[in-house]
C-alpha cells in the first residue's frame, strides 16, 4: 500500500508542475488516505504478529 501511495504522490507532482490542479489535488488526498491506512496496518501487524512464540 505504501507503493500505491508513492505512485499517487508522483501523479500529484506531476500533474501540479503540468498545471492540472483538480487532478493534482485528488491525487495528493488519495495519497494521503493510503499512507495513512499503510502506516495503520503496519502498526496493527507489527502490534499483534508478535506472537507468544516460545522455543521447543
Not at 500500500?1 to 491525487?27: C, D
Amino acid at each position: 500500500m505504501f507503493r500505491w501511495a508513492i505512485i499517487f504522490a508522483v501523479v500529484a507532482l506531476v500533474a501540479a508542475l503540468l498545471g492540472f490542479g483538480g487532478i493534482a489535488g485528488l491525487s495528493a488526498d488519495i495519497a494521503k488516505i493510503l499512507l495513512v491506512i499503510a502506516a495503520v496496518l503496519f502498526v496493527v501487524a507489527f502490534l499483534f504478529g508478535r506472537g507468544r512464540r516460545t522455543l521447543p
